[in-house]
């Protein structure tokens, strides 16, 4: 639920000027591990209208998360000012948004907020169960959960032929949920041909993967602080490898680069070695 | 029963960018991914086994068996995750593969060739999940049926699918309903759903009973605004439907204030 700030038919703590005199805030924190998803709410309420309200049972404070790409939508209503929320990491995936509210848990009548704006003075409500009185910052996250985890630095590429004819350097491409790597016609067959080898993969690494991902390190600077960086999925599982492996503060982007593929060169070498004394 | 295989990623991606040149394979009789793939690996097992026969009953001239056959997928696939019911490599395999025939059945290519913009994008949204949102998953001729029987699925019931049969009884209860954020909270669902139930002279089609629909499905996206609608029980969605639709009926046209 995309929230905007609006104009309520009653007054709301924490929307625009509603109630000058009282604060709502939530702060929102989210963590994964392998079965559950764990979102810890700490809401801090200063109107004692809401406070009052959920103490004795007629409000409760609510936690809404939505998920668009797992059809999820679901509130948890509780009276503890710290909560945490529990769910299972097989219903999200990608975008997660998270909302804090207090929420009527009955219908009220003479609702009036203490503090609220003087253009309320002497005006009361009628409050119905399920309606919003207070309204924190929302948050946004995201999560990666599939069938199978992205593991190998490779699966976050994509190699390709080039639909024109001829030779050409290898090109690539940022734009989508892979790094797209274009490779001529008469390349691309070789590469078909050889990368089911075990022996040879090494050198496949060194060649294709290793520059591409050195010009994905250089890319990713450019970017500098560009958001649109997250809504590919290679730059988040780039980054959670990166720090996976305790590279981000490493600045050498060739030395990061061979990092993050163990060492490439070294098994090319090695395997190259291997070669050169079967056939001697 | 053989456990369920799903894409393999780069293919489908490669797949779902060559619709345009397979575009004529489309009207085959028999499945030809392998042959597509030429000499690579396209997919792979999982460890998701269906608890009964993926077998869906073909359509026949006008009907189309969508509840039979949305019946059919959930009772295949009851304990399919959320997200691995959202991941387009299975439902793409399945459209592809195991569902061929009925995909061809249901979704037609042939009469959209003379427009092969038009049959790319039914092709797009029918055998493949386009984008990464719900609307998608609605559209894709397999997942549709699985999703379309989870958001309505009731296990109180005495027929857990009661609610499915209305929500399929015309097109247009889906599009107001499912396609809209409301449509994600299970309790507004199934109290819609009831409310309809209760009140069948919405269902009998025509324009108006199709207006008042949008315009309850309306009035309920604009008390969300208001009201955390996922607070409620179906009991209270129902209540606040069948006020709005009283008020409707009394004034003697499709709306009333909201």
């Known amino acids: ?280 | 029963m053989k456990p369920l295989n799903i894409l393999k990623e780069n293919f489908a991606i490669k797949l779902a960018g060559s619709i345009s040149d397979n575009l004529t394979r489309y009207k085959r009789d028999k499945p030809w991914l392998a042959e597509f793939a030429g000499s690579s690996s396209w997919d792979f097992e999982t460890g998701l086994v269906p608890a009964e026969a993926l077998a869906l009953a073909m359509p026949d001239g006008d009907n189309l068996k969508d509840l039979e056959n949305a019946i059919r997928m959930h009772s295949a696939l009851p304990s399919l995750t959320p997200v691995q019911a959202r991941d387009p490599r299975l439902w793409t395999h399945l459209t592809h593969v195991e569902l061929w025939e009925y995909m061809r059945r249901r979704w037609p290519v042939e009469k959209h060739l003379s427009n092969k913009q038009r049959a790319r994008n039914i092709i797009e949204s029918r055998y493949f999940v386009a984008r990464n949102e719900s609307r998608a998953l609605l559209r894709n001729g397999a997942a549709r049926l699985w999703w379309l029987a989870k958001l309505s699925h009731d296990e109180t019931r005495d027929n857990p699918y009661e609610l499915t049969g209305i929500l399929l009884s015309t097109l247009d209860i889906t599009q107001q309903i499912l396609e809209r954020s409301l449509g994600r909270a299970p309790a507004i669902v199934h109290g819609f759903l009831e409310f309809l139930q209760i009140n069948p002279e919405l269902l009998g089609g025509g324009n108006v009973s199709r207006e008042r629909i949008r315009q309850l499905a309306k009035f309920l996206n604009l008390n969300g605004g208001v009201c955390l609608l996922d607070c409620l029980s179906d009991t209270n969605v129902i209540a606040m439907l069948q006020g709005e639709y009283d008020q409707m009926r009394a004034q003697g046209g499709a709306s009333a204030s909201a």
């Not at chain 1, 590429?157 to 030779?167: K, N, R, T, V």
């Not at chain 1, 075990?198 to 994905?216: A, D, Q, R, Y």
Request: net charge negative.
């Open chain 1, 1 to 280: 639920m995309r929230l905007s700030r609006r104009s309520y038919p009653h007054p709301v703590v924490g929307n625009l000027d509603d109630v000058p005199g009282a604060a709502f805030q939530a702060t929102i924190e989210m963590s994964v591990d392998q079965d559950n998803v764990y979102i810890d709410t700490n809401i801090q309420c200063s109107s004692t209208t809401v406070c009052g309200l959920v103490d004795d049972g007629r409000a409760a404070y609510a936690v809404h998360v939505e998920c668009t790409n797992t059809i999820f939508r679901r509130a948890y209503e509780f009276a503890e000012t710290s909560k945490r929320i529990t769910i299972p990491v097989s219903q999200l995936n990608d975008t997660v948004e998270v909302n804090v509210f207090a929420v009527a848990m009955h219908d009220i009548s003479s609702y009036a907020v203490e503090k609220s704006h003087p253009d309320y003075d002497g005006s009361s409500f009628d409050i119905r169960k399920g309606d919003i009185i207070a309204v924190g910052e929302g948050k946004t996250f995201t999560i990666e959960s599939r069938f199978d985890a992205l593991s190998r630095i490779g699966s976050i590429m994509l190699i390709e032929a080039s639909p024109d004819d001829g030779d050409m350097p290898m090109r690539i491409e940022f734009n989508g949920e892979k790094i797209r790597v274009i490779l001529s016609k008469a390349d691309f067959s070789a590469y078909k041909l050889l990368r089911h080898n075990e022996e040879l993969s090494g050198i496949l690494t060194t060649t294709i993967v290793l520059p591409v991902l050195l010009e994905t390190l250089y890319y990713i600077e450019g970017c500098g602080d560009d958001d649109e960086l997250d809504s590919l999925k290679w730059y988040r599982a780039l980054t959670r490898r990166i720090e996976a492996l305790g590279l981000s503060n490493e600045s050498e982007k060739l030395t990061k680069a061979q990092k993050l593929l163990e060492l490439p060169v070294k098994r090319t070498l090695s395997t190259a070695q291997s070669v050169a004394e079967s056939a001697s």
